[in-house]
């Protein structure tokens, strides 16, 4: 599996219902951002955690990191249509040559139905 | 505090033409980044700038593509001449020191008829 790897890839809930997204990476991190992307649109940020940090909160939003399993997850709580997007994580990656690359995965496709 | 910005925010252009997208960073970053994501794929880093050098421009998928950074502040890309699997959305980020915390732009949706 690569770097930044999302599960479930795709994922159709109910409106109201609870959506949890798994991210798995390989290298150490600094930090992982989880961002949101509709329909072929914008990268929105949703949320960064740091390698110290263990859970993390933002409204609807929970992050959670495991480092010791080089996995994150991310739950959005009480759904909304408008929830309904790509999900990516991103890690800080390696760096070659003075440059951060971030990695991002797949990604993990949303469908909240109303 | 103004964020990244990217312009256009849609493009549609027909095989062969040509493109030019633009990033404004954030004030006093000196690091700037492209990316983008195709066909669905993962999102996959282009290159990297420190102020008006390429740092990196690993990313970069063929001699089609020419990033400039001219004066160290807004950046283009340019695309010529443009394919159809040069189609997805171009994102641009930057950072301060280091380059660990990236702040992304909206991105510019390119379509390629």
């Known amino acids: 599996s690569q770097q930044g790897e999302e599960d479930p890839q795709a994922l159709s809930i109910q409106e109201g219902e609870n959506a949890t997204m798994n991210c798995s990476y390989k290298t150490s991190i600094n930090n992982l951002q989880w961002y949101r992307q509709n329909s072929g649109r914008g990268l929105v940020h949703l949320i960064l955690i740091r390698s110290n940090e263990r859970e993390k909160h933002s409204g609807r939003l929970r992050v959670t990191l495991d480092t010791s399993k080089k996995s994150s997850s991310l739950l959005i709580t009480a759904s909304r249509a408008a929830d309904t997007a790509s999900y990516f994580c991103?890690?800080?990656?390696?760096?070659?040559?003075?440059?951060?690359?971030?990695?991002f995965g797949t990604g993990t496709r949303l469908k909240v139905l109303a | 505090e103004a964020g990244v910005t990217q312009f256009p925010s849609h493009s549609v252009i027909e095989k062969g033409q040509t493109v030019t997208l633009r990033c404004d960073p954030i004030?006093?970053?000196?690091?700037l980044y492209w990316y983008r994501r195709v066909m669905g794929k993962e999102i996959k880093f282009l290159l990297h700038f420190v102020k008006e050098s390429k740092q990196d421009e690993s990313g970069m998928p063929n001699n089609r593509f020419l990033a400039e950074r001219t004066g160290g502040t807004y950046s283009t890309l340019k695309v010529q001449p443009a394919e159809l699997e040069d189609s997805g959305v171009y994102f641009c980020a930057s950072s301060q020191d280091g380059g660990r915390e990236q702040y992304f732009g909206p991105g510019t949706r390119l379509t390629v008829t």
């Open positions: 991103a890690t800080d990656g390696y760096r070659t040559s003075g440059t951060y690359k971030y990695i």
């Open positions: 004030s006093g970053h000196d690091n």
